[in-house]
């Protein structure tokens, strides 16, 4: 879930967000960062710069059409419902990037409202993916089918305030026939959430994190059969997918199936599979280390 960098900053990503967990999300091998100033006559805030961080890659089309679009969305939108949206995140159907969910909070309240946007068209899309007010993190599957995170009734909250079941939820369903895929418990200190892992070579994984602590989390894999922990760290943290392969890192040493990887170092794991088995391709020195989060 994007987190709100209180004050004056927002978070970008591309990535899905868990609440609770970093905002910050790696996309193509780079994190992107927006900086909003909010103005009394533009309450949902005016993009002001751009810092890209970690590889000099080009920023994707879809980001300068959401701020070129966010303002005009937010000043229209506001007006006709009375409300003062805040832009709190986007989260963009890969690889296309045109359809995406947009994350608005009256006012900036840590709840919003999930609205689906078409990047083509400009447009809200009529009939689309709407998610009413809660605290709440969504992910696309696929164009027809999200993830969704949220304040779902009674017993599905954590005592700290964050959502501990997803479900499944098709385009054109109620919100109330969404379909469990994972549960936490409300003893969770943060909840749980969900990302997508996608390749250039078309290779998609559902992935879900269930915040155990606020220091550590368990990850696993939504297959066709149900949810797998993977057997990772808890200090681990899977950093994207090249080739099929999910790419990782620990913040502790890591010995499975009889391999050791150390921490800091870039690991890998042969499929998001918890029988795959995992290497490492990369170890820490003193000229390179992947620095914990």
């Known amino acids: 879930m994007n987190e709100a960098v209180r004050e004056n900053r927002k978070p970008v990503t591309a990535r899905a967000r868990t609440g609770g967990f970093n905002a910050w999300r790696e996309h193509h091998g780079w994190s992107m960062a927006a900086s909003f100033r909010r103005l009394a006559s533009r309450p949902l805030g005016t993009a002001l710069t751009v810092a890209v961080m970690g590889f000099a890659m080009s920023l994707p089309l879809a980001f300068f059409l959401l701020l070129a679009n966010v303002q005009r969305i937010g000043d229209s939108l506001g007006k006709a419902e009375g409300k003062n949206w805040v832009w709190e995140g986007s989260n963009c159907l890969q690889p296309e990037e045109r359809l995406c969910l947009l994350s608005l909070s009256d006012g900036g309240e840590d709840a919003v409202t999930?609205?689906?946007?078409?990047?083509?068209?400009?447009?809200?899309?009529?009939?689309?993916?709407?998610?009413?007010?809660?605290?709440q993190d969504a992910t696309?599957?696929?164009a027809n089918t999200l993830l969704v995170a949220r304040d779902w009734g009674a017993g599905t909250m954590t005592a700290s305030g964050y959502p501990f079941v997803i479900k499944r939820l098709a385009r054109g369903q109620a919100i109330d026939q969404a379909v469990e895929v994972f549960r936490g418990a409300e003893s969770d200190q943060v909840g749980a959430g969900s990302f997508m892992l996608t390749d250039a070579q078309g290779h998609k994984q559902a992935m879900i994190l269930r915040g155990t602590t606020f220091f550590g989390h368990e990850t696993f894999a939504l297959l066709p059969q149900g949810p797998v922990k993977l057997p990772l760290p808890e200090r681990g943290d899977v950093l994207g997918m090249v080739n099929g392969r999910v790419l990782l890192k620990t913040s502790e040493d890591w010995t499975t199936g009889g391999t050791t990887i150390p921490a800091g170092a870039l690991g890998v794991m042969w499929s998001a599979n918890a029988a795959s088995g995992a290497g490492s391709l990369s170890s820490p020195s003193s000229s390179m280390n992947l620095a914990p989060k």
């Open 114 to 135: 999930v609205r689906e946007f078409d990047l083509g068209t400009g447009q809200f899309v009529a009939g689309g993916f709407v998610l009413p007010l809660s605290k």
């Open 140 to 142: 696309w599957i696929d």
